[in-house]
């Protein structure tokens, strides 16, 4: 069974655009690619045509991953959810109990994930851990090095 994911319009549209872009410029390419391999004569010394082939299955898998993970993608109208508590595009406001350092995620689904930009992941052990949790409550988080402890300042949408 597939798994539902939640987005943003722009994270979908995202998917899409690079969906379309695999299947309407880079498919022909590969498949121009091994014309041209084969064209150069005896396959089973054709290096060229081999890598071409592997490379076309490669871009068919993402193709096929993609067609899952937009087939089960579904928007999500953060206008309506609830702010009281941690959700999938809650934008919260959390601070280290050991070192005091405060940080601002938001919470999407793995795809959309970029850390730079502040986007962690619901299946990260920090997003998993933040779920749920109300402002004021601590959650603790079992990461690699062990378990942290973030107090959960503020919840909002954006």
């Known amino acids: 069974m597939s798994k539902v994911s939640y987005y ?20 022909p390419k590969a498949s121009q690619a091994i014309a041209e391999a ?29 067609e899952e993970i937009v ?6 109208d953060e206008s309506i959810l609830d702010t009281s508590k941690v959700l999938v595009h809650s934008t919260v406001k959390i ?7 405060e940080m601002q995620y938001k919470l999407v689904a ?5 850390l730079k930009a502040g986007k962690i992941s619901v299946d990260s052990p920090i997003g998993k851990g933040l779920l749920g949790k109300e402002v ?23």
Not at 8 to 27: I, N, S, Y
Not at 43 to 56: C, F, I, P, R, V
Not at 71 to 76: E, G, M, P, V, Y
């Open 38 to 66: 084969r064209d150069k004569g005896d396959l089973s010394e054709n290096a060229e045509y081999d890598a071409a082939k592997e490379a076309q299955g490669m871009l068919e898998m993402r193709i096929s991953k993609l």
């Open 8 to 27: 943003t319009a722009e994270g979908l549209k995202k998917l899409r655009e690079e969906l379309d872009q695999l299947r309407d410029v880079e498919r």
């Open 71 to 76: 087939a089960n993608a579904r928007l999500i």
């Open 95 to 101: 601070k280290n109990q050991a070192n005091g350092m």
């Open 110 to 114: 793995q795809s959309e994930a970029d």
């Open 136 to 158: 004021g409550e601590i959650a603790e988080i079992q990461v690699p090095n062990g378990i942290i402890k973030f107090e959960i300042l503020e919840i909002s949408r954006d």
